[in-house]
Nanobody, 124 residues
Framework: QVQLVESGGGLVQAGGSLRLSCAAS????????MGWFRQAPGKEREFVAA????????LYADSVKGRFTISRDNDKNTVFLQMNRLKPEDAAVYYC?????????????????WGQGTQVTVSS
């Protein structure tokens, strides 16, 4: 089992940047593909980005491609989401998730463990 704790959320102006971190417990972090999802009020949780176990594969939602970058540091059991050129529509609670799948899933049911989320607010 793995426990996930997100950090780095906050309030930022449109056009600004934030870097989210997700720290994982346990000694098997590199066994998990990792993903970021987000959920805005009144909306369904949506896929943002994912990365394979050793970081050789990354996936992005079209809405964030070219602005967000997912990365991981397996020595530090941490996955990151660098968010640049933020837009008001990026505002949401951001969740990291861990999947035992070899290929990082784009769907939430493909993930086995979830963090509690971190709030990102973007002012226009």
């Amino acid at each position: 089992q793995v426990q996930l704790v997100e950090s780095g959320g906050g309030l930022v102006q449109a056009g600004g940047s934030l870097r989210l971190s997700c720290a994982a417990s346990g000694r098997t972090f590199s066994s998990y593909a990792m993903g970021w999802f987000r959920q805005a009020p009144g909306k369904e949780r949506e896929f943002v980005a994912a990365i394979s176990r050793i970081g050789s594969m990354t996936l992005y939602a079209d809405s964030v491609k070219g602005r967000f970058t997912i990365s991981r540091d397996n020595d530090k059991n941490t996955v990151f989401l660098q968010m640049n050129r933020l837009k008001p529509e990026d505002a949401a609670v951001y969740y990291c998730a861990a999947s035992l799948s070899a290929v990082p899933p784009r769907i939430s049911r493909g993930y086995d463990y979830w963090g509690q989320g971190t709030q990102v607010t973007v002012s226009s």
